[in-house]
């Protein structure tokens, strides 16, 4: 039997994954990634640290999964996108990485509205703009950190970062450089961007750009004795965590919808085109091959329930965990539209980036009297993050046949199924598992010849293992507390910019 590894790198977890050629899951090992926030607002981690966490769950994953080394045929990483890891000329960190959740450059993107050069920037990359992509924090890097730049050989991002340490390779892949942002059209790095946003100066540490599927490099004999791996272990290049997890889901195909109900709650769709609607908004990822990703994000996914949880309790288990399916069966003995609760569930700093744009935008619960419950509150929290998709969707162009539902979210019955009614399509849960992991797993295995291509392997590897179809009666209901909640959410953006005027500063 021949396996696989596909690492995920993500905001707040490092996971490693072993998959044997049936796509099934043999070995898994995850751990924690230290946030470090030297001032409010700054989302920094130690490059070294996070390298060695990697390598301990690579370590765990293998010994899981009860395999020798050399059975590992490929690998591949996917991880989140943005920020900036910065290595000198002899592979060490010049300084702590960046990454995407960062503030420090919104007083830099707040300069840059009605200067034309938002626009500008969006009609040459496609991509809505935030503090902490790669430009952004490379401007602020040159206003505030100037010696950073004389000592930096190349800007990486977290999954090119990590690859290095493996290889000892520089590279980066076209979703990654979607995002840096660079020319979408062209697929390349984008020097009039960089000098829009400020960012003048760091062409040549932008690294060569290689497919996603390509094998970029092998398992250095260091990287061996640290992770476990047989030294020679062909890599792939890897991508960006949001095209990772759209493959691993099995989409591949112009037109099909994938949500991932994470930390963010990422809205796409496959498109054979870079088309630029809605303008101003979202993102625009090169997938490999020839399709792109049009993805209108609610930066505020699960994150909107880890809050609310945290801060208002719920049940939890034997174990102390939270009871979801416990809390589920208590809020669908709520009625739909939560008694008239409604969330607006902008809790993320960053703010709304879709289907609007707003740093300022803040979230609010309306329609509280004495006798609402914790219930309540709960049942308009899984409400709200339905809304806020079908609000994404709804401002793309063209419909949705089919949406497939994947992420932690997406093992919730319960959840859904108010999907479907909230969306009235047929919700599809994958039977893929880690699918961010699986993605790049999948391209190192049609790389190392497991699979002759990619829709191959996909269809070995993933398969619909439930349907959910919309309940006419409750999309009735839910169309009418829907409209309610896109009119809230135009009246609460002008309260969001006073609020912001009040407090002198955006991210809070």
């Not at 696989?4 to 044997?20: Q, R």
């Not at 994150?303 to 009871?323: E, N, P, Q, S, V």
Request: aromatic content about 8%; hydrophobic content about 40%.
């Amino acid at each position: 039997m021949r396996y696989l590894i596909g690492i995920d790198k993500g905001t707040s977890m490092v996971k490693s994954v072993v998959f044997d050629e049936d796509g099934r899951t043999v070995g898994t090992s995850e751990e924690r990634v230290e946030v470090l926030s030297p001032r409010p607002g700054w989302h920094e981690e130690d490059p070294e640290d996070s390298w060695q966490a990697c390598c301990r769950t690579i370590r765990g994953a293998i010994s899981q999964a009860g395999i020798e080394a050399r059975a590992v045929k490929g690998i591949g990483i996917a991880a989140h996108m943005g920020g900036a890891w910065i290595i000198d000329k002899d592979g060490k960190p010049v300084r702590n990485a960046v990454c995407w959740p960062d503030e420090r450059a919104q007083p830099l993107l707040t300069e840059l509205e009605g200067t034309g050069r938002l626009e500008e920037a969006f009609a040459i990359s496609g991509n809505g703009l935030m503090p902490g992509i790669t430009l952004m924090i490379l401007a602020w890097l040159n206003r505030h950190e100037p010696e950073v730049r004389a000592k930096a050989k190349a800007v990486l991002g977290a999954k090119d970062y990590l690859r290095y340490r493996l290889t000892g390779g520089i590279a980066t892949d076209p979703s990654d450089v979607s995002f840096v942002p660079g020319d979408i059209d062209a697929r390349v790095h984008s020097p009039k961007l960089a000098r829009l946003l400020g960012a003048e100066g760091w062409d040549d540490t932008l690294p060569e750009i290689v497919a996603s599927d390509s094998i970029v490099g092998e398992v250095t004999a260091e990287a061996a004795e640290h992770t476990g791996l047989a030294a020679g272990t062909p890599v792939v290049t890897g991508c960006g965590d949001a095209v990772a997890n759209v493959i691993g889901a099995g989409g591949s195909r112009p037109g099909e919808a994938i949500t991932v109900l994470g930390t963010s709650c990422l809205n796409s769709l496959i498109v054979d085109e870079p088309g630029r609607e809605p303008p101003g908004l979202g993102f625009l990822f090169a997938m490999p091959g020839d399709n792109y990703l049009r993805i209108l994000p609610n930066t505020s996914g699960t994150i909107t329930m880890d809050w609310f949880l945290d801060h208002f309790g719920g049940i939890r288990d034997g174990a102390g965990k939270w009871d979801f399916r416990a809390m589920e069966k208590r809020v669908a003995e709520t009625p739909r539209g939560a008694d008239g609760v409604l969330l607006l569930p902008y809790v993320n700093t960053a703010g709304v980036l879709a289907p609007f744009y707003d740093p300022r935008a803040r979230g609010a619960f309306f329609g509280m009297s004495n006798q609402t419950t914790r219930d309540h509150l709960m049942r308009a929290v899984y409400e709200a993050l339905a809304y806020s998709t079908r609000d994404c969707f709804e401002a793309m162009p063209g419909g949705q046949e089919v949406l497939t539902l994947t992420g932690g979210g997406a093992r919730s019955a319960f959840w859904a199924q108010m999907f479907a009614d909230v969306c009235k399509v047929p919700i599809e849960i994958s039977t893929a598992e880690q699918t961010g992991a699986a993605g790049v797993a999948l391209m190192a295995g049609v790389a190392v010849g497991i699979w002759p291509d990619l829709a191959t392997g996909q269809a070995k590897t993933s398969s619909v293992s439930v349907r959910y179809e919309p309940d006419p009666l409750a999309a009735v209901d839910y169309d009418r507390w829907y409209d309610l909640y896109r009119d809230l959410r135009e009246t609460y953006r002008g309260y969001s910019a006073r609020r912001g005027e009040l407090l002198g500063r955006v991210g809070a």
